[in-house]
T-cell receptor
Framework: KQEVTQIPAALSVPEGENLVLNCSFT??????LQWFRQDPGKGLTSLLL?????REQTSGRLNASLDKSSGRSTLYIAASQPGDSATYLC?????????????FGKGTKLTVNP | NAGVTQTPKFQVLKTGQSMTLQCAQD?????MSWYRQDPGMGLRLIHY???????DQGEVPNGYNVSRSTTEDFPLRLLSAAPSQTSVYFC???????????????FGSGTQLSVL
């Protein structure tokens, strides 16, 4: 059974710092891995998607990497800002079953202090 | 372009009551799904639809029904509410085809449901 783990559960950093969020998954048979952002009381916003054949994706100050063989992904945030404060969720789309299921981690709550 | 609209935002039910959570999208996406989010757990898939008239069960379907009569709407019905169904419910649509290649998900803002 696919499981997704995100460490740490919470992270507090000063503004301007570069930071890395970690995601690990137990089964490498995936179509893709995705990173989302969730603000309090709101839905999820898609940040980056990495297909299983890709190694990384970049969007602005965000860079996500994927090492499928080791079951790991990282989300790198450069020059963090208070507006980056949110919970970041990682999810994988398993190949098995052919269903629409995304398997989510529990998230990392990020606080960027001014 | 409203995206994905969920109603209501908050709801309190008594055990045994029934209700429908509404989800509407204006992006003409074929794929729609319902997730629940519980404290200390990741989002879990309840039901999904790959197009009008086609629905299937997700990971935690018991106690919920869905139907998809139009591309735009995907309501989630609680047949007889139980305290274990207290959760935040999210509706989502996505682009892309089977296997999720090049997909992008769009989420509604959620419905916070309490069952007493």
């Amino acid at each position: 059974k696919q499981e997704v783990t995100q460490i740490p559960a919470a992270l507090s950093v000063p503004e301007g710092e570069n930071l890395v969020l970690n995601c690990s998954f137990t089964d490498s048979a995936i179509y893709n891995l995705q990173w989302f952002r969730q603000d309090p009381g709101k839905g999820l916003t898609s940040l980056l998607l990495i297909q299983s054949s890709q190694r990384e994706q970049t969007s602005g100050r965000l860079n996500a990497s994927l090492d499928k063989s080791s079951g790991r992904s990282t989300l790198y945030i450069a020059a963090s800002q208070p507006g980056d404060s949110a919970t970041y969720l990682c999810a994988v789309r398993p190949i098995e079953g052919g269903s629409e299921k995304l398997v989510f981690g529990k998230g990392t709550k990020l606080t960027v202090n001014p | 372009n409203a995206g994905v609209t969920q109603t209501p935002k908050f709801q309190v039910l008594k055990t045994g009551q029934s209700m429908t959570l509404q989800c509407a999208q204006d992006m003409n996406h074929e794929y729609m799904s319902w997730y629940r989010q519980d404290p200390g757990m990741g989002l879990r898939l309840i039901h999904y639809s790959v197009g009008a008239g086609i629905t299937d069960q997700g990971e935690v379907p018991n106690g919920y029904n869905v139907s998809r009569s139009t591309t735009e709407d995907f309501p989630l019905r609680l047949l007889s509410a139980a305290p274990s169904q207290t959760s935040v419910y999210f509706c989502a649509t996505r682009t892309g085809g089977g296997g999720g290649f090049g997909e992008k998900l769009f989420f509604g803002s959620g419905t916070q449901l309490s069952v007493l």
